[in-house]
């Protein structure tokens, strides 16, 4: 069973810097592209960043790109997402996702997310 | 950036009634689209990909159609869980990855 566990959300001044984590399990979590997607609070969702399975190329949209930064280890089958210079408008909940195929960047699985709250 | 709009964004029926939810893309996204529903306080599920492929495990009821510009989620007889948010998500022209809006299916 494919199982998706986020951490590392919490209160974070605006300008500040966090890291959240995903703890992969049930997949063969190298041979996969992961994704983060988010929602603010009573919105939708938005796309927040990619990055590919045996290649490790990363994507970002123009709203966080520069400040935020994704990564993974293999090795402990982790996804990360370190975020800087945060704002206001980054406060959401953080879904990891597992995309389904390849670059067929659509996604099967779901982690539960974990909120980020961006305030002074 | 390909902007997905939804149609309606509320749409009120009844467990047994025929739902028809609408995805209309700012240009052709060919078959390369996503359904997904998603219930209160709870992650997104994957329900169709590819415009008319249903996920791992979902029934029978939900069935997509459509391709280009214009889609549509069928939900063929309401069942009292079916009663949730459902979004469209296209991979054609990417990044960025882009969502619809969502559309609230409410008793």
């Known amino acids: 069973e494919v199982q998706l566990l986020e951490s590392g959300g919490g209160l974070i001044q605006p300008g500040g810097s966090l890291r959240l984590s995903c703890a992969a399990s049930g997949f063969t979590f190298s041979t996969y592209a992961m994704s983060w997607v988010r929602q603010a609070p009573g919105k939708g969702l938005e796309w927040v960043s990619t990055i590919g399975g045996s290649d490790d190329r990363t994507y970002y949209p123009d709203s966080v790109k520069g400040r935020f930064i994704i990564s993974r280890d293999d090795s402990e089958n982790t996804l990360y997402l370190q975020m800087n210079s945060l704002r206001g408008e980054d406060t959401a909940v953080y879904y990891c996702?597992?995309?389904?195929?390849?670059?067929?960047?659509?996604?099967?699985?779901w982690g539960q997310g974990t909120l980020v709250t961006v305030s002074s | 950036e390909i902007v997905l709009t939804q149609s309606p964004a509320t749409l009120s029926l009844s467990p047994g009634e025929r739902a028809t939810l609408s995805c209309r893309a700012s240009q052709s996204v060919s078959s390369y689209l996503a359904w997904y529903q998603q219930k209160p306080g709870q992650a997104p599920s994957l329900l169709i990909y590819?415009?008319?492929n249903r996920a791992t495990g979902i029934p029978a009821r939900f069935s997509g159609s459509g391709s280009g510009t214009d889609f549509t989620l069928t939900i063929s007889s309401l069942e009292p869980e079916d009663f949730a948010v459902y979004y469209c998500q296209q991979r054609s022209v990417w990044p960025p990855i882009t969502f619809g809006q969502g559309t609230r299916l409410e008793i």
């Open positions: 590819d415009a008319s």
């Open positions: 996702a597992k995309v389904r195929r390849a670059y067929d960047v659509d996604f099967d699985h």
